[in-house]
């Protein structure tokens, strides 16, 4: 790369900067405390019902199915600590939130069910409309008031969720004699497609109103960054979005490159290949966090060796120098040296983290 300035951050301040705990430390101390305890037929339904309707629907799975019994918990306060007043589980909940909560509430696992949750026990059931996107805004969001909206008005963002759908809550709590009458109804093709159809429409309308920075921080980082500062690289990859993780598109140009991206990789926001050296570049484009670090480093460098390429690069960019700092402050300098960083506001200038490895 040409143009490259060396670039140094010192986090000068010692205060105490308490880490978040994770879902899974969180829930464990919930259930110990005996503040959460795995209901018992949410809303009236066992699953022995939704497994019924799961065989009839021919979408049937123990995740999918435990994922539907913790999408109807009404008794769970709200996981989200900004959730408005009142709320429960049920109104929306994240992956890692119903990953936690079938595997650690419901099975009494140590451990959440992994991210493959979207793409295996979620997206199946989005696809028919038995479940739907929503989203809790966040302080930045001026525009929408404190509650869950439709839709994933935010790519990737941590407040994107889900929530079952009342006519399919209304098929699982119907008498024995009717939820098979209901069911046929409700799923045939036209319905289906019709409540595909409002729901993209009531999603497009709301996204008018969020804030979107960071589609259009991935979007700048691939016309820009990648023309002026890697010129050489092509995109083969690009996660900009909540639908499949790697689309029939994309699949193609990682065979041309010679490379197999699976779920269990550190999916990058955008993943570029250099046909003539035969090496990865890695753009890691950051509004609520996801920066380059040591983990995500290492877990390319192994995708690299592991698909055969010669080495790769890594690149963490910013909307603004405000929000880099807000960010490197309260991650304690997290950017992985060796590594660089782009500021979008003062797009001419590339990074290179530089410092001691020990």
Known sequence: MDAMHSFFYLVVEEDIILKKKSVNEWLKARIKEKKIICPDEPQGVNKDRITAVL??????????????????????????????????????????????????????????????????????????????????????????????????????????????????????????KQWESLLGEWSSEDKIRQRLKEQAELTDQLKRLADNSHSALIQTCRNFYVTKFLPEFQVVYIDDGDGDRVTEEQKLKLQKAGLSLTLHDAMPDILLWNPIEDSLWVIEAVTSDGEVDNHKVNKMKEFTVRNGKKQIGFTTAYLTWKKAAERQKSTRGNLAIGSYLWIMEDSAKNFQINGSLT
């Not at 109104?91 to 069910?113: E, F, N, P, W």
């Not at 028919?128 to 989203?135: K, V």
């Open 55 to 176: 065989n009839k629907l021919d979408r049937f799975s123990e995740d999918r199915r435990d994922a539907i019994y913790a999408l109807l918990d009404n008794l769970s306060p709200n996981w989200y600590s900004t959730a408005p007043p009142a709320s429960t589980f049920c109104d929306g909940a994240s992956t890692a939130h119903i990953g936690a909560h079938v595997a650690i509430l419901q099975r009494g696992y140590d451990a959440k069910l992994d991210r493959e949750g979207r793409d295996k026990w979620l997206k199946p059931l989005s696809d028919i409309g038995a479940i739907e996107p929503c989203y809790l805004p966040s302080k930045d969001d001026t525009g929408l008031e404190n509650q869950f909206y439709i839709g994933h008005l935010k790519a990737k963002s941590p407040n994107n969720c889900y929530r079952l759908i009342p006519s399919f809550v209304k098929i699982l709590t119907a008498p024995e």
